[in-house]
């Protein structure tokens, strides 16, 4: 593989989990079609991907952890749910046309996007909280979509959180983290059998880990309009970006 090609992926993947530890979002469809271009086989290049997916959840996660941005008892609730959603997912990945799928999530991202940038009133009373039922629901239906497509889909799960469960933006950054984490392990366990390209997933992890450190220590020095900003701005990106990974 050329030293040219496997630098670019070793600075593709330091930025991507820069901006994701700092948003809480692993990125991997940002990420998934440089690895797959660099790799021996879309197989191996999805594998390698949810591998560097799961360690740079995993390596935000602790920053994360220390700070004190986790909510637990949401983890608790949806790291189950989610890793036997990515599993079931993983089952049926081969009768489901991916394409499809990958559009469907890419709109997805957009609408929450857009969502989440829109100009907001102040609350004239406290937000309904849906609390543990939404995170157990929305939890499964990611995890199950994810192993579909190969993804942890963090970024569909952070505006779910912020949506739906009504968690804040500041603990939903840890939270989203750790259950990928979760969701990593099951797709890596599920792409092993078929093959991983272990060279791209060495670079692009040794490349991920200070990206998303640093990323992870720069987040509590956002307040939390600005986070929600900066979350929206990636949704467009990741959204746009899974669109045109159906076409291409």
Known sequence: MHALILAAVA???FTTALVGGLVGLVL??????????????PGAGAGANIGISGLAAATAGIAHVRAGR?????????APVSVLGAVAGSAVAAALPGHVLL??????LLVFGIDLLRPRRAPTRPPRREGLPAAVVAGALIGFLGG????ILGSLRMPALLRFVGTDAIRVVGTNL????CVGIAGIAAHAPSGVDWTLFAIGSAASIPGALLGARLTGRLDERRL??????ILLVAGT?????SVF
């Open 228 to 233: 929600l900003q900066a979350v929206g701005l």
């Open 178 to 181: 750790l259950v990928g984490v």
């Open 28 to 41: 991997g469809n940002i990420r998934l079609p440089v690895i797959v271009f660099a790799a021996s086989s």
């Open 103 to 108: 559009v469907v999530i890419g709109v997805a």
């Open 70 to 78: 986790v909510d637990w008892r949401l983890v608790r609730w949806m």
């Open 241 to 245: 970006a899974a669109i045109l990974q």
């Open 11 to 13: 600075v593709w993947c």
């Open 148 to 151: 579909v497509v190969g993804l």
